[in-house]
């Protein structure tokens, strides 16, 4: 039995998280949770590896359900500081986007219509793991699944890595005077969604946009699905403005979720490499 190189990438995150606990001196049943969750995947993924086969379902499906249990393991390291220096400083550069250079204006300029679009695509962003494996069911290449979520879950869990080094809140809870002035019952459903069931750990970098534009450049890999790949691109430009738009995220969040998403294609050639030689061994 050998595990594939996106199940290590997500033993290793599990096992960064754990150790973080105890780094960050967090109470103990919060260190108690985290460990608890890092055996429970390793059980996991080491029964779908050995019953499953190489070339089950389970294990092309499994990882983008197992990211919502990394999202909430995110919870564990919320806290919150006084001053807010970060936040000043982030909405500074915001309220010159979105105010001098007239972006709020542009976006509702057209009425209900532009804002009930970037809604839509920060709500839809929760099923880009999803959409990207069944892209690559529909072009039965399979066999490129593996690199595919490598590439993804990297993109989406070197932001997770990094959030609670950042403890902060969102614009939307910190800097209430700034936020869209049209509602439409998508934005009403978001709120309902990262109010209810959110950490509130940080805000950066950006999981949502890093997270789309991983699923973007990892469906690059699959030939058959280039055009629907660089519709994925601009998806994920819309969601970097819906972010900053709805006040879900700073700008400098979305920014450096790109260049989270980046690192992570960088990245995802190391580590395909390095997994060849494990299994060579």
Not at 37 to 51: D, E, G, Q, S
Not at 225 to 247: I, N, P, Q
Request: proline residues 5%; without cysteine.
């Amino acid at each position: 039995m050998r595990f594939r190189a996106s199940e290590i990438v997500l033993l290793v995150h599990f096992l960064y998280t754990a150790i973080l606990t105890l780094a960050f001196r967090l109470p103990v049943d919060s260190a108690v949770k985290a460990w608890v969750l890092l055996l429970t995947v390793i059980i996991f993924l080491t029964l779908i590896a050995r019953r499953s086969g190489g070339h089950s379902a389970w294990r092309d499906w499994a990882p983008p359900f197992m990211l919502l249990a990394a999202y909430r393991e995110l919870e564990l390291f919320a806290k919150q500081l006084p001053g807010h220096e970060l936040e000043k400083g982030w909405q500074g550069i915001d309220r010159v986007l979105l105010n001098d250079w007239h972006l709020r204006a542009a976006i509702e300029s057209a009425g209900w219509l532009a804002p009930l679009y970037l809604e839509l695509t920060y709500l839809l962003v929760y099923g880009t793991g999803f959409f990207l494996m069944l892209m690559v069911y529909k072009a039965h290449r399979r066999d490129l699944a593996g690199r595919v979520l490598v590439v993804y879950l990297l993109g989406t869990l070197l932001a997770y890595a990094i959030i609670p080094f950042y403890p902060s809140m969102p614009p939307r809870l910190l800097f209430t005077d700034s936020g869209p002035l049209v509602t439409t019952p998508l934005r009403q459903l978001n709120l309902l969604i990262v109010n209810d069931a959110g950490v509130h750990t940080g805000v950066f970098p950006s999981a949502h946009v890093s997270s789309a534009f991983a699923a973007a450049w990892a469906l690059l890999l699959v030939p058959e699905k280039r055009k629907t790949a660089w519709g994925m691109v601009a998806y994920a430009a819309s969601v970097s403005v819906a972010t900053v738009y709805g006040r879900y995220h700073y700008a400098v969040d979305a920014v450096a979720g790109l260049a989270v998403s980046l690192v992570g294609v960088a990245a995802s050639r190391g580590v395909e490499l390095l997994h060849r030689k494990w299994r060579a061994t």
